[in-house]
Every structure is written in structure tokens, then in C-alpha cells.
């Protein structure tokens, strides 16, 4: 039972969101984020935490548009995470370029009108990995959710 448990993710993504005045609102292809918004707005992402690890401690990734995975601050139950909650919405910003170069040297653009892609990987964090590489194994309570697609607006700006 110990082993079966140990299998499942920690935390799951739920959704990607924007954040209004009224609240967060889902974030998809056909709602575009404004060029306004993506300069000073982070993207909420919802985490849907595992009921029976409550005292596990989480370690993000966000991979955004196939670049390099963008290491987010671990996240501490009871210190960043309140125990007892299950959902817990996070926020990453989009890569502040215009343009830039990814690791393999291909010139992307993080930030140009158009529609863009966001994969999130959660796991379980070691205190032996502090600093060094983290594992996102399905035996570390690791997931990497599906591919979602967001869009940035041509326009500058878009009324409602």
C-alpha cells in the first residue's frame, strides 16, 4: 500500500488562469492575453495536491514554449502551501524578452503575439536535492501535465 501511494503524483495541474480584478479567470486560446498583461501580469497555474501527502514538500518546473524547464521556488506545506488546502494557485511570468535564444542556440520569442505553450512538472523535493538536479520521477511522486496552449494578443490593446 506504502509503495502504491508513493506512486502517485504529489500535485497535479488543474488549470492555467489570469488574474482580473473580479478573481483568476481560465486562461485559453481563445481568451488572448493582452501585450499589457503579459508585461505585467503573472499566469496562475492550479495545483490539485495529493489529500494523503500532506506533509510533502513540492518542486516546480515550468516549460514554456519547449524552452529550457524554468525552476520555480519550492513550495512548503504549512510554511508556503497552508495545510488542509487542497487547490493552491502558484503564478510564473512569461520569459521578459522579445527575443532570446534557448540552450540550443534557436532564436525564440517568449513574448511575440501568437500562440504559445506551457507544460507544468511537479514532484516531491529531497532535502539531499537542495541545489542540485531535481527529480520529476513517477517514483518521486512526480507529473508533468499536458501541453497548454495560451495566445498573446496582436493588439495592444483589447477591451472587453
Not at 495541474?13 to 498583461?37: A, N
Not at 529550457?68 to 510554511?79: E, I, M, S, V, Y
Request: no cysteine; net charge negative; aromatic share 10%.
Amino acid at each position: 500500500m506504502e509503495t502504491e501511494m508513493r506512486t502517485q503524483p504529489v500535485a497535479t495541474v488543474t488549470g492555467l488562469y489570469r488574474g482580473k480584478f473580479g478573481g483568476l479567470e481560465p486562461l485559453t486560446v481563445d481568451k488572448p492575453l493582452t501585450r499589457d498583461e503579459v508585461r505585467r501580469n503573472p499566469i496562475f497555474y492550479e495545483l490539485d495536491l495529493h489529500p494523503e501527502q500532506g506533509d510533502e514538500n513540492l518542486i516546480v518546473d515550468v516549460i514554456y514554449d519547449n524552452l529550457a524547464p524554468l525552476r520555480l521556488q519550492d513550495l512548503r506545506r504549512g510554511t508556503d502551501i497552508p495545510r488542509g488546502v487542497r487547490f493552491w494557485p502558484d503564478w510564473f511570468d512569461i520569459p521578459p524578452y522579445e527575443e532570446m535564444q534557448d540552450i540550443d542556440g534557436r532564436r525564440v520569442y517568449p513574448r511575440a503575439p501568437g500562440i504559445h505553450t506551457v507544460q507544468i512538472r511537479t514532484g516531491r523535493r529531497k532535502f539531499a536535492q537542495i541545489g542540485r538536479v531535481r527529480d520529476f520521477s513517477p517514483l518521486n511522486g512526480g507529473y508533468t501535465s499536458p501541453v497548454f496552449e495560451i495566445r498573446i494578443a496582436e493588439i495592444t490593446d483589447v477591451r472587453e
